[in-house]
């Protein structure tokens, strides 16, 4: 059975970088999207970055210019880099990959903490 699993999360100091990793334990074709998701405590889950099979990427207003997302297809891989964290930036981060607009894999979420 596939699994995403996720790795990179931990505590850092406000303006410090992390750098997320999820990748699949096997192959996966036709993946339309793989993006990253958080959730931080009492509030709802937010997409935080996508990037398309084209290679576009989207991003949500408050990361945009900190965080940046890439993926290997032929990996079956997806990164956050992550750099300036501010405290709000503190959540669970679960990875996504999008199987023809059918489906989804999630990771088990890797927590992030930015605290001085």
């Known amino acids: 059975q596939v699994q995403l699993v996720e790795s990179g999360g931990g505590l850092v100091q406000p303006g410090g970088s992390l750098r997320l990793s999820c990748a699949a334990s096997?192959?996966?074709?036709?993946?339309?999207?793989m993006a990253w998701y958080r959730q931080a405590p009492g509030k709802e889950r937010e997409l935080v970055a996508s990037?398309?099979?084209?290679?576009?990427?989207n991003y949500l207003l408050s990361v945009k210019g900190r965080f940046t997302i890439s993926g290997d297809n032929a990996e079956n891989t997806v990164y956050l880099q992550m750099n300036s964290l501010k405290p709000e930036d503190t959540a669970v981060y679960y990875c996504?990959?999008?199987?023809?607009?059918?489906?989804?894999?999630w990771g088990q979420g890797t927590q992030v903490t930015v605290s001085s």
């Open positions: 996504n990959f999008n199987v023809r607009g059918l489906y989804d894999y």
């Open positions: 096997q192959s996966i074709f036709n993946i339309y999207v």
């Open positions: 990037v398309n099979r084209s290679g576009s990427t």
